[in-house]
């Protein structure tokens, strides 16, 4: 059992090693999200099974804390309401759950990010048609090949792995830096002081 958990630790670190190729996009996702908080917009967040978790925990750590004192930051999972995603699931079709809460909730300027380690799950490539059509600028988080998540957005951070639970975590530790870095810049520029 040590053997494979020791496996584990050096696939792990082996993913973290090259996320190295992805440091200047993720500079630039954070670049984008602290301009879209900045001019009144919100982070979105789709995502299934293990990324919805992800979701509501990255929207909790912008409208709550990450690290640093300050005001809330706009940011929704739209993996949470279940009264909205039973009834969206039940009356439209899984496939609609994400993407009629985009064409009912997001507004031009804003931000979806979508978290899908196959980059192919329907529910969430259903979405970006009606954000693309919204104004809305479409992240995608994946992994392998990067699936059709990797065409249908404008920013696509692919982790260098083929393997589900690797990829969830690389997701979170990019999530993670994400909140570091838009929260540090919304500070510094003094639009995180809490209150609108
Ligand atoms: O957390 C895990 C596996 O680690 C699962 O719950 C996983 O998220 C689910 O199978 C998802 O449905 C996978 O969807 P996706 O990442 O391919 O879009
Ligand atoms: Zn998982």
């Known amino acids: 059992m040590q053997t494979h958990i020791r496996s584990i ?3 792990h670190l082996e993913v973290v090693r090259r996320l190295d190729a992805l440091v200047p996009d993720i500079e630039r996702l954070a670049r984008r999200a602290a301009d879209c908080l900045t001019a009144g917009g919100r982070i979105f967040w789709i995502g299934n099974g293990g990324s919805a978790a992800d979701c509501q925990h990255l929207a909790a750590e ?15 999972a739209l993996t949470t309401d279940s009264s909205i995603l039973t009834s969206l699931g039940n009356d439209f079709g899984f496939e609609a759950i994400f993407a009629r809460q985009v064409e009912a909730l997001c507004h031009p300027g804003d931000l979806l990010v979508a978290l899908s380690t196959s980059g192919n799950s329907a529910n969430v490539l259903a979405a970006l048609a009606p954000a693309a059509a919204l104004g809305v600028y479409r992240v995608g ?3 392998g090949s990067g699936g059709r998540l990797k065409d249908e957005t404008d920013l696509c951070l692919v982790v260098p792995s083929d393997n589900t639970a690797r990829i969830q975590e690389a997701h979170i530790l990019i999530g993670h830096l994400i909140c570091d870095l838009v929260e540090t810049r919304l500070v510094e520029i003094g639009l995180a002081g809490g209150g609108r």
Do not use: D
Not at 62 to 76: D, H, M, P, T, W
């Open 62 to 76: 912008l409208v709550g804390r990450y690290q640093r004192e300050r005001g809330g930051l706009a940011s929704i």
């Open 9 to 11: 630790f050096t696939t």
């Open 141 to 143: 988080l994946t992994g």
